[in-house]
Each structure stands twice: as C-alpha cells, then as structure tokens.
C-alpha cells in the first residue's frame, strides 16, 4: 500500500524535516510543486512571471513557449534535481522523473485558456498547459518494488510529444489515483484550508468530497487547485487526502494523525 505525498513550492514550505521522514517510508512516491523557483528563474531569464485568473476564478501561471522554458528549468531543472540530492545523502535511493521521463505523466493541451482581465474574458491561444490525463501507475510502483523513491514533477507531455505545463496539484492526485494510493497527502505552506486566512487557528478539520464546491469560497489562488484535486483523488479511489503543514516535525505522521484539512 503506498502513499503519495506533495510538497509544495511556493515560499514558507521546508523540505529538511520531509526528508528526514523519508528516510523510514519506503512507501510513498514524492511529488513537487515549486513555483517560487519557477518565478526566480523566470526573472533570471529576463521573462516577468505572469498569472491570470480564468473566469472561474482559478488562478494559473502563464506558460506560453517563453514562460514555459522558466517551468522546465525551475522544476525538472532545480527543484527536482536539488531533492533528488537532498534525499541521496540522507541514503534514500531517489529518482527524479518529470512527466516527460517514460511519458510518465500524459496530458490533453488545454486549448480553450482563457483569463479573466477587469470585466473582460480574453482567449490565451499560445498557452502550453495540460489536463493530466493518463500517469504510468506500472512504472512507478516498478520503482517503489526496487526500493526506490520516485520524485515526480511538472512538465508532462502530450501524446504528440509537446511538453505542457500542468498544475503539481493535480499531477499529485493522477500519480495517487494511478498507483492506487490509500492516502494523498498535501503538505503546504498553511496548516491547512483556513477559515480565516491568516489565523492558523482557524483550520477546517473536515471536508466531505460533496461539501468541497460550499467551502471553495473560503479559498483563494492555489488553495482552490488543491482542494479540487482532493476531492479528484478521492473521487477516483483514494482513501483520504489530507492538505497539512509542511514546517512540522515529521509532517507525513502529522498529516496521517488528521493535522491538516482531511478530505474524505
Ligand atoms: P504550495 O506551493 O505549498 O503548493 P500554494 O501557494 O500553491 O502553496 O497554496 C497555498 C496558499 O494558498 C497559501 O499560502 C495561502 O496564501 C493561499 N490560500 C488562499 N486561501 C486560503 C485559505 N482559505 N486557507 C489557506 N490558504 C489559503
């Protein structure tokens, strides 16, 4: 029975702890974020990071051919490769694969993005984002039989080979759903949806997989994407996904025992 835990890259998630518990799990694969990277990359580069908000108020990065090139440096490039080293020399034998390596990770182009700019709906046709579609379940629990941990990322690719960006949100609930994780755990910057943003004491403990749309209100920008890929996860087979510090002491443990937001 395996497990797939995210760990998310915007400023404020820490990876030591994560890494230590790694260490005794030989359960889980590992999925990455890492938009913080992304956008310090994108500026090294000299391409402002862009965003926009569709008109359903979902919040994405712009990845045209341009922007796109910062997502594969940062994430494939640096994230990846900074915890697959992390991991290595604590001796936990990690792979680093984006949903490029195998064709890990098959995503549908989105071709109909479209963002929201004052009370106008403007069309992105140039855009290189995906739909996760399909993740090879078989390939990573081959890795996770030989012992070996699987850190898994954005890009993915498209059946005709095109590299898209797709959200590590949703790659995490594909990879869960792919290998039949019982649990999926979210480890973020928050201790979770908060009722008040801003007053850690204000956690949701519980959200049933029907009452995500009534509590999608409380969340902005990227908490929106992780709570819809909750519920995806769950509504596809896995046991529970639970949204959870990642600036705790063992934060697997801790998610596990409920500290966080559960969906289930
Ligand atoms: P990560 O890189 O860890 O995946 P994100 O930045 O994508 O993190 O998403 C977490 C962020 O969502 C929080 O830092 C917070 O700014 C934002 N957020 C918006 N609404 C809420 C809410 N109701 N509760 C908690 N976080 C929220």
Redesign the pocket.
């Known amino acids: 029975m395996a497990i797939v835990v995210k760990i998310?890259?915007?400023p404020?998630?820490t990876v030591a702890a994560l890494a230590e518990e790694l260490v005794d799990r030989p359960d889980c694969v590992l999925v990455h974020?890492g938009?913080a990277e992304v956008d310090r990359i994108s500026a090294a580069l000299g391409i402002a990071p862009e965003y926009y908000t569709s008109p359903s108020g979902v919040v994405s990065r712009r990845s045209d051919a341009r922007h796109l090139e910062a997502v594969v440096l940062g994430l494939a490039g640096r994230v990846q490769t900074d915890l697959v080293a992390t991991l290595g020399a604590r001796g936990v034998r990690a792979i680093g694969l984006s949903g490029v390596d195998g064709r890990l990770i098959l995503a549908r182009k989105k071709t109909g993005a479209r963002a929201r700019v004052g009370e106008k709906v403007v069309h992105l046709p140039d855009e290189l984002a995906g739909a996760v579609e399909r993740v090879d379940g078989d390939l990573l629990r081959w890795m996770l039989a030989g012992q070996i941990l699987p850190v898994v990322g954005p890009p993915a690719v498209t059946e005709t080979g095109e590299i898209v960006n797709v959200d590590a949100?949703q790659v995490a609930a594909g990879v869960a759903t792919a290998i039949g994780a019982t649990e999926l755990v979210l480890l973020?910057?928050?201790p979770g949806?908060?009722r008040a943003?801003g007053d850690p004491a204000s956690v949701v403990p519980r959200v049933a997989p029907a009452e995500v749309d009534a509590v999608l209100p409380?969340?902005?920008?990227?908490?929106r994407k992780?709570l819809l890929a909750a519920r995806q996860a769950v509504a596809t087979g896995v046991g529970r996904a639970i949204i959870a510090p990642s600036s705790v002491d063992r934060p697997i443990a801790a998610a596990l025992a409920g500290h966080g937001t559960v969906i289930a």
Request: overall charge positive; aromatic content about 0%; glycine content about 24%.
């Open positions: 998310g890259g915007a404020g998630n974020g938009s949100d973020t910057n928050v949806l908060l943003p409380l969340a902005s920008g990227r908490m992780k």
